[in-house]
């Protein structure tokens, strides 16, 4: 099936620092979801793009649908503890199923 | 409070036994979905609907079994068949509408078997 490849696997940050991170493809996609899953829970879905360029904010969260339609990029700026989790990315192309990423693990040291 | 409800939460099952795990909806969804989540992986589809009635298998729908005979309501059976079922599985809904691709998650059922 498609894949979609997310960077990083995981992330070892200070209290207070940026983070990014990025899903790619080789298909183009026309929807973009961010999801965060806290331990044990199911995933929350944290930003939704729709259009290839767009650029959306969700408080400290921003996400943007890559211009050639096959990436995205989600940062978050000045990281709280309540950050950590696993951000997943999910594509997905016209009515076809969402694809998932394998997640990025963040993890915060305060 | 609309929402998706999974139960159990925990759930331990001998060999050899079928286990089937409850997911309900209260967000008049005509979609639903069933995925399996193994430790430092990404989601993985098991089986999924968009009407009731119907269903269609995912990537991995060997040794589970489903029946969508409620809008509402989307249980999974987990099937004796299925050779490494310990892990934790996830529910989800959306609208069914394909200009949009929002899934919305239940809390998820832990399996693990014994």
């Known amino acids: 099936g498609q894949q979609l490849n997310q960077s990083p696997q995981s992330m070892f940050i200070q209290e207070g620092e940026d983070v990014s991170m990025n899903c790619t493809s080789s298909?183009?996609?026309?929807?973009w979801l961010w999801y965060k899953q806290d331990p044990g829970e199911g995933p929350v879905l944290l930003i939704a793009?729709?259009?290839?360029?767009e650029l959306t904010s969700n408080g400290r969260l921003t996400a943007q649908f890559g211009i050639t339609r096959k990436d995205s990029f989600l940062n978050i700026s000045a990281s709280i503890p309540s950050d950590v989790g696993i951000y997943f990315c999910a594509g997905r192309q016209g009515a076809q199923k969402l694809v998932f990423g394998q997640g990025t693990r963040l993890t915060i040291n305060p | 409070d609309g929402g998706i409800t999974q139960s159990p939460k925990y759930l331990f099952r001998k060999e050899g036994q079928n286990v089937t795990l409850s997911c309900e909806q209260n967000l008049n969804h005509d979609a639903m979905y069933w995925y399996r989540q193994d430790p430092g992986q990404g989601l993985r589809l098991i089986y999924y609907s968009q009407i009731v009635n119907d269903f269609q298998k995912g990537d991995i729908a060997e040794g589970y079994s489903v029946s969508r005979e409620k809008k509402e309501s989307f249980p999974l059976t987990v099937t004796s068949a299925q050779k490494n079922p310990t892990a934790f599985y996830l529910c989800?809904?959306?609208?069914?509408?394909?200009?949009?691709?929002?899934?919305?998650f239940g809390e998820g059922s832990r399996l693990t078997v014994l």
């Open positions: 298909s183009i996609f026309n929807t």
């Open positions: 793009l729709y259009k290839a360029g």
């Open positions: 989800a809904s959306s609208r069914g509408d394909t200009n949009t691709g929002e899934l919305f």
